[in-house]
């Protein structure tokens, strides 16, 4: 199944009030203040209840939830409600609506910054208007994403998928069942083992020294541990237990675990069937499973609450189905969540797993297809009484795909031998979505007659540096599909640690200077176009990425099309479809002046007027003829030009030669004349605006 994102940030603002902000929709952006619906009392009665009926859980399933349901299903709703608020809500609503309507799931991803939101048990989130709970449904994945400066790295596994499993059984704690779990997933894995797509080593030892000495045997892409964990709340900090030389309980902070761990990149996923590895405490990043995806570790599988057996082996067994079968990450997880109902009907243990990744999409690594198997000589063998399930074969493509389905391009000569060039695609190096602009004409420029028409709006100098209009032809390329985010350029500084960050001292830029000490944006605007960055360091951040500042040729035709439109969305102008001046005044302009009474004050303010960027992609109904977002207006984007004349024009302006770089779109303070496709105008290349940003092209390919 592909997916759409639905992200939405939780943060305190204080005391019981939160911003619950969308960051990321099909349906756009919202945000909401909200308050908490419980105390502190009331809340940790709710969670006491919540424990208590997890471990009651189990016998026949009744039509009416059992008291023990019940007090779950409350609580759901009531973070479903708190979570769903308002404007917030209808977002969800019509996205989901969207999703349905095109055969797509809507993937929740959680972006907690406040610890003790963090805590709770969102995989119990019941949505009233289907009657489910959104963690159950394939439809509606729930993940809890954890942002952070350092890029995922994707990668190519050759079957078989290699899992290392380990049990650690301390003589002096709770014995485990160790050998009915180890058989239970040998079982579930045999079919796998057998078809060659999964190889699962169990570990001899049990100390860390064993797990040490086994990493260096890999590579592994799966840790799989068994036995016993907690969470110190006095340090604030989760661990796990392994043995020591004499077999008896030696405990490891997640800290050390992390350490032990995080060095090993193909190592893509860390199930930990112990309790409370996913139980955090005053800090976000407290948890087992947290810290170790801070480590560098995309997907910790954990469980906030004790587990039983019979639910942890069922949840592995599944999980381990669907992942080898190449599904994503989170709908793997919604499967094995299933499972535990379908083995024990009126269990709630399918709440206790959490997923905590820094995977953007879903997708961990993408199996090869495997070396097919040597005809035999002999004649085959009888077949087993209960044949491995027979499997679609993976298609033979010069590249891999991620969980939309969209190829992963880690160089421009993956497409020089293929008949047709995909239409998306997505760029390993800085994973942005980018868009083809197939090969052919297009018209560039205006018309000396309709540039003179818009004379009083702007300086007829501006306009009459748009023309002549003329046809050109340009090759097959690639556009990113949104401008660069603030989050994504943290990727940038943080693989360039001597680079210099977005700063300034205008009282419009100050929103989005970033934090010297921690190297990272504020986190009001980390998906908004970033910002303050000169020419010089928007071509530093491309040739990092692998790629180029569009040219002002690929810049318009990928805004306008071969059409010769006005606007990215069409010819006729619609405010509610872009990010300008009208939608900041609440309408269109009736004349200049009305513009310049309504953006002197916001210029001349002595303390930050507010925040006046959008997140990227917000406003979908303005795409582009190629799907390109933001195109106009939200940000001015730099290209790869200088402002000259074009060839054959007539046109003068004391800023033409070498020495000023062409900026194109317009920006949230800018009128609609602006906004139009063909519209030019510059900035010195050491000029960090608070109104450009940039997006990038491919080089030739």
Known sequence: MQYEDFEISLEM??????????????????????????????LQLHLTQIENALLKSGGGRRRTPSPNEQAVLNFGKALFDFLMHGEVGRRYEVSYDRCQQAGKGLRLKLRIQDAHLAALPWEFLYDQRFDHYLALSQRTPLLRYLELPRPLRPLLVKPPLRILAMVANPTNLTPLNVAVEKQRIEQALAGLQADGLVELTWLAGQSWRDVQRAMRQGPWHI????????????????????ADHKGEAQRMSATSLARLLGDHDALRVVLLNACEGGQGGENIFSSTAATLVRSGIPCVLAMQYAVTDAAAIEFSRTFYEALADGLPTDTAISDARKSIIFNQPDSLEWGTPVIFTHSPDGALFTLAPAAPSPVPSEPAPAKPEHPPVARTPRLKLPWRLNARGLPLIESWEQLHQVEELPARIVWVKD?????????????????????????????????LAETPQRQITLADYYLDVTPVTHAEYARFIAANPDHPLPTGTYPLSLPHVWDAKRRQPPDGVRHHPVVLVTWHQAVAYARWAGKGLPSEEQWEKGARGPDGRLYPWGSDWDWRRCNSAERHHGGDFNKVQEWWDWWNPINDAKETPGVFTTAVGAYPAGASPYGLLDMGGNVWEWCDAWFDAYPGSAASHGDFGRKMRV??????????????????????????????????ASTAF
């Open 663 to 696: 900026v194109r779109g317009g920006s949230w303070y800018n009128l609609r004349n602006c906004v139009r496709c063909a519209y030019r105008s510059r900035y010195t290349p050491d000029n960090g605006g608070s109104n450009v940003g940039f997006r990038c």
């Open 223 to 242: 840790f799989h541990f068994i036995g016993h964990g907690s969470f110190d709340k006095l340090q604030d900090e989760g661990y796990l237990i392994f």
């Open 431 to 463: 994973q942005k979505e980018m868009a083809l602009i197939p090969a052919g004409p297009f018209i560039m420029g205006t018309s000396e007659v309709e540039a003179r028409k818009l004379e009083g709006w702007l300086k007829l100098d501006y306009l």
């Open 13 to 42: 603002i204080e005391g019981n009030s939160y911003r619950v902000a969308v960051l990321r929709s099909p349906a756009g952006e919202a945000q909401e203040t909200v308050v908490f619906p419980f105390d502190t009392i009331a």
